[in-house]
């Protein structure tokens, strides 16, 4: 992947991903997931499934089709991992075939997941979605806006998934945020159908020369600073702080996390691993949430938490002492959780 197209940010390098592989494949559909954000733009909602769309819902981008979870089906839970991996393969297979496979231009996929709860794909599983785009002729976008630049402990969150894709959006970490930068790096395949063909996408401050310095200072810094390598390590220790926190709380759920990008689940009921919000709550079901968002932001913390996720996912340069600190507000905060938890 040796081109780059440059843009402003996140949603307008998934716009014009979009834009590109419908333009390569002469196809329209876009398949994505429902648990999955691309962006603020109507057609970053759209690809997307994020509640924030719904609002927008009746300006939405035509042709998004979008596929629920893998495992995220009714008579899978006692079936060994591979025959769940196979079948969660078939459904988005027969997908496919519903929606014409000559009318799909691309799957996009987060490199690992992030606001909807770091929900992690299955070993394997992008994988056998790369496999079927192949199959198909159907493009595979990685969204890396979020997972990008040493997120995941890797430079992009699809190396830990052992696929090259023919597309990878990204922004954020880019510059760290220092400037507005966005990219769309693509195949070589792709680029070179534009070698004597106009490509009908642009944007008027696109590789802005100072945002583009920005780039390169902040890239040898991750570089300089081994800042990768201290994702992994800082990593590997979050994780172990959290366990020992669960003898302190009984509200402490499920933690899923690559690198530095976490989530907890917040549980009120310990049996059935049910969260204290259910997914989009709103009202009266958001109560404990909001007591646990304003703890933690009085104590002086700031992060995402969302219905019944804690997000943990503390700057690359984080040592081990800045952990502990963190880590003991948001177990302050839980504690307000754990008086509503019944066993």
Known sequence: MNKAFYTLCGTSSIDNAIKLARLYTGRHKIIGRYRAFHGGSIGGMSAGGDPRKLANDAQQMPNSIHLDDPYNFFGMKDLDEATKLQLSLEYVERVIHFEGKTNIA???????????????????YLKGIKALCEKYGILFIADEVMSGFGR????????????????????????????????????????????????????TYNAHPVALAAALAVITIYESDKLIENTRKMGAYMEAKIEEMRSKHPSMGAFRNTGLLGCLDVVKNKTTGELIAPYNASGDDLKITNLIAAKVRALGLYTFVRWGYIFIAPPLTINEKEIDEGLAIISEALSIADEYVVS
Do not use: Q
């Open 152 to 203: 995941t402990g890797k430079w992009f969150g699809f190396e830990n998934h052992d696929i090259i894709p023919d597309m990878v959006c990204m922004a954020k970490g880019l510059t760290s945020s220092y400037l507005p930068l966005g990219c769309l790096m693509v195949s070589d395949k792709i680029a070179a159908k534009f070698d004597n063909t106009p490509m009908m996408i642009g944007l």
């Open 106 to 124: 691309a799957f996009i996929f987060e490199g690992e997941s992030g606001s909807s709860g770091c929900l992690h794909y299955p070993k394997g």
